[in-house]
């Protein structure tokens, strides 16, 4: 899985299942998020809409989960 971890400057730094890597931002849809789920393509990546929404609803469940505590 390659998640998109932040921003820096023209690049952007991607959590990928190997360890961070760092990527050209232009590589990346100009919507592309912090925490969108990326697949590659041969201009670069694309966003994995479905990925995407799914680990968003997950994180705001386990969020939710946690203040009720």
Not at 23 to 34: H, S
Not at 44 to 60: C, L, S
């Amino acid at each position: 899985m390659i998640i998109i971890d932040r921003f820096e400057m023209r690049f952007a730094i991607l959590e990928t299942d190997d360890g961070m890597v760092s990527v050209p931002r232009e590589q990346l849809p100009p919507e592309a998020k912090e925490g969108d789920i990326l697949i590659p393509n041969n201009l670069g990546y694309e966003i994995d809409t479905g990925a995407t929404k799914t680990r968003r609803e997950k994180m705001i469940a386990r969020t939710k989960k946690l203040w009720k505590k």
